[in-house]
């Protein structure tokens, strides 16, 4: 396998574009060394696709949105920012750009790569979430890996 046809590993949650799009946006969070889990499910009971993690302890999410469509159709995007302290949406350059909220980060990713467009504004979350969210982050991250290593069956104990 060459660098010039990566291969996308999909759940099966989201259509080729967003998982080029989620591979562009996770190497950019990493350019700025954060710690990065895809499909992170919340409190909430939402699911973010791209949570972030900063060497500061900063969480940042990141909503995929492959194509207008996809936009109009998922109004639970607001309630992620309860569980962050920066929201940004990610999209390929051919997303009609003036949709999305002038309020929200933006983020432009292809299958290589990543860029913020607008940087996302800061809104802190209180030290109980930031816990709770940090565990969630750490404990799927900590599930992952072990996966990886050892896929039989799991007893959570």
């Known amino acids: 396998m060459s660098e010039s046809d990566p291969v996308i590993i999909s759940d099966g949650r989201q259509s080729p574009i967003a998982g080029e799009i989620q591979r562009g946006a996770c190497r950019l969070m990493r350019t700025f060394g954060n710690s ?3 499909e992170l499910s919340l409190s909430s009971g939402h699911r973010a696709d791209i949570a972030a993690l900063s060497r500061t302890g900063e969480i940042w999410i990141v909503e995929i949105k492959s194509c207008l ?3 109009r159709a998922d109004g639970k995007w607001d309630a992620y920012r309860e569980h962050c302290d920066r929201f940004f949406f990610a999209v390929t350059q051919d997303f009609p750009l003036d949709v999305l909220p002038s309020d929200t980060g933006l983020i432009l990713a292809d299958r290589y790569s990543g860029a ?3 940087e996302a504004p800061e809104h802190k979350i ?7 969210v940090t565990l969630r982050f750490a404990r799927a991250a900590a599930r992952r890996l072990q996966s990886l290593q050892d896929p039989g069956p799991v007893s959570d104990l």
């Open 69 to 71: 469509a996809d936009f």
């Open 116 to 118: 913020i467009i607008r």
């Open 36 to 38: 990065v889990v895809t």
């Open 126 to 132: 209180s030290g109980a979430r930031r816990k709770a």
